[in-house]
C-alpha cells in the first residue's frame, strides 16, 4: 500500500502538515497505551498479531461446515456486524457472482441490516426450496433490525429441519456470557462464537464477525489477517512519522479540515470496492460525528457519479476534499477493438487495455478536481485480494482512532444512535 499527500500542499502548505505532527503521534500513543477516551473498546489495535491460530482454524472448520449444508447461507446483522463482511466479499467476489453456474461455495445473503418488509418477502422466495443456514450477529439479541430478522429465519429454519437440524445449521457471534441472543444461544445449542467485549462494532471485521462470513464465502482470512497484521507493524507506535500511513492520512485530512474542508469524499474508480467504502463511512462517521465535530464522510464510485457527483465535486462549494483508492494492476485483460467504420470516433483507444483508459480518467479526475480547488489524498494498493484488503482494513481502522482523537472526541463510543430507536419504540408503544 502507498499514501500520497503532495496534492494537497496547494491547499495545506507541508509545514501546516509537520505542525499536526506532534498531535499523531500523540494519539497514536493515546491508542497503544490504552489511555485516551474509549480506552475499553481498544481490543482491534493488537488484534491482527494476535489472533489465536487454533481460533482461525475453529472459524475456518465452522465455515466449511456451514458451506457444505447449504446453498444459502444468510448473515444477520447490522452496522459493524454486516459491513465489514460485506465489504470484503464483495471487493473479492465475481462481479457477477449470483449469475454463475456450478459455484464451489454457497451464496452469502444479508439480512438484518434493514427493515424492509419486501426485502426480507423477497429473501424468503429466493430461498424457498434450496438448503439454508444462518450467522447471527448480535451482541445483544434485542437491536430491533436483526432481532426480527432472526425471528423470522429461525421459524424458518425450525420448520423445514425441525429444532435438532436447526441447531446444525445456526450459529451465533454474541457476547461471550450475557445478553439475548447468548442465552437463545445456549438454550437451543447453537455453536457459538464471541464478539470480544473490547472491540467496537464497526471495528469487528478481523473478528469471528466478519471472519466466518468471509471464509464461507470461500476466501482465505489467513492472507487477510496478515495483511493486517503486517499493516499494524508499519503504523506501530515505533515507526517514524514520515514512514506511518495512518498518522500522515490522519495528519492530513485534519490539517484540511481546520482550513474549512468539511467533507471528505472516498473516490475509487473500481466498482469492487463500493461496500469498502461504505464499511469507511460508518467507520468514519460513527467514529467521529459527535460534539458537533467531525469531518463529514461521503463516498462516490468512479467514473459512474463523474456523470452525476461530478459536477458538484468540480464547481460546487468549495469544503470538499477528495481521497482517491486506486488499484494499480487489474486481474484480467480486455482491450478495445478495432472498428473499420470507427462511427463512434473510438479508434484512437483501440488496442488499449481498458484499465489503461480507466487510469487515465483516474488521473486525468484527479488534475481537474484539484485545479477546480478539491485537495486530493491518493492511497493505492498493488491489486484487489485479501493481503491488500486486509492491510486497507487496519490502516483506515489505525488513521479513524488517531483522526479521532486529534479531533478531540471520543472515537469509540456512539451515544447518538440511540435517539431514533426511544422515538421509534414509543411510536409501537413499547
Known sequence: MKISIERIHKFVNENEILELK????????????????????LGWVNLPSSINPSDIGDIQATADKLAGLADFVVVIGIGGSYLGAKAVIEALSHSFDNFQINKKHPTIIFAGQNIGEDYLYELFETIKGHSVAVVVISKSGTTIEPAIAFRLLKKHIENIYGIDGAKERIV?????????MNTIAVKNGYKMFVIPDDVGGRFSVLTPVGLLPIAIAGFDIKKL???AA??????????DFDENYACIYAAARNALHGKGKLVEILANFN??????????????GESEGKNGKGIFPASVDFTTDLHSMGQYIQDGNRILFETVLSVEKS????????????????????????DEINKSAELGTIL??????????????????????????YFFEK?????????GVNPFDQPGVEAYKKNMFQLLGK
Not at 466498482?271 to 468514519?284: G, M, N, R, S, T
Not at 484539484?370 to 486497507?392: A, F, K, M, R, T
Open 225 to 227: 489477517i496478515s495483511g
Open 399 to 407: 488513521a479513524c482512532g488517531i483522526s479521532g482523537y486529534m479531533l
Open 271 to 284: 466498482p469492487k470496492l463500493h461496500f469498502l467504502a461504505e464499511w469507511w463511512k460508518q467507520l468514519y
Open 22 to 41: 506532534s498531535k499523531a503521534l500523540e494519539s497514536l500513543n493515546l491508542l497503544h497505551n490504552k489511555t485516551g477516551a474509549g480506552n475499553d473498546f
Open 230 to 239: 503486517d499493516m499494524e507493524a508499519q503504523t506501530n507506535i515505533n515507526v
Open 331 to 354: 486481474t484480467h485483460k480486455l482491450e478495445v477493438p478495432s472498428d473499420e467504420e470507427n462511427i463512434d470516433n473510438l479508434n484512437f483507444v483501440a488496442g488499449k487495455r481498458i
Open 368 to 393: 481537474a478536481h484539484v485545479d477546480g480547488g478539491v485537495p486530493n489524498i491518493h492511497i493505492s494498493i498493488p491489486e484487489i485480494n485479501e493481503y491488500h484488503i486486509g492491510e486497507l482494513i
Open 172 to 180: 451465533a457471534i454474541t457476547d461471550k456470557a450475557r445478553g439475548a
